[in-house]
């Protein structure tokens, strides 16, 4: 069982700068892929992003590419996305989640932080 923190939401300004950590409970996240996901009020949940258990490759949906970034750092234990140029629509709650390299889905979920956007 992986339990999974995030922090690092508020309430910022369009084209503020924010960087989200999740911290997991488990001895080691080494072997899970780690992603992003936001949930907008009336959306689905959608991906942000993903990396690899070893931290060298990531991946975003291409309405995602350019202004965030996932990083991690397993000897932390935590994961990291930073967001850039904030815009009123990132207004969502953002999820951290773990899957195994062999998984087909994240089977574990934080229970997200809030960021609000305003213009």
């Known amino acids: 069982q992986v339990q999974l923190v995030e922090s690092g939401g508020g309430l910022v300004q369009a084209g503020d700068s924010l960087r989200l950590s999740c911290a997991a409970s488990?001895?080691?996240?080494?072997?899970?892929?780690m992603g992003w996901f936001r949930q907008a009020p009336g959306k689905e949940r959608e991906l942000v992003g993903a990396?690899?258990?070893?931290?060298?490759?990531?991946d975003y949906p291409d309405s995602m590419k350019g202004r965030f970034t996932i990083s991690r750092d397993n000897a932390a234990k935590t994961v990291y996305l930073q967001i850039n140029n904030l815009k009123p629509e990132d207004t969502a709650v953002y999820y951290c989640?773990?899957?195994?390299?062999?998984?087909?889905?994240?089977?574990?979920w934080g229970q997200g932080t809030q960021i609000t956007v305003s213009s």
């Open positions: 990396i690899s258990p070893g931290g060298r490759n990531t």
């Open positions: 989640a773990a899957r195994g390299i062999e998984a087909a889905s994240y089977d574990y």
């Open positions: 488990e001895r080691t996240i080494s072997n899970y892929i």
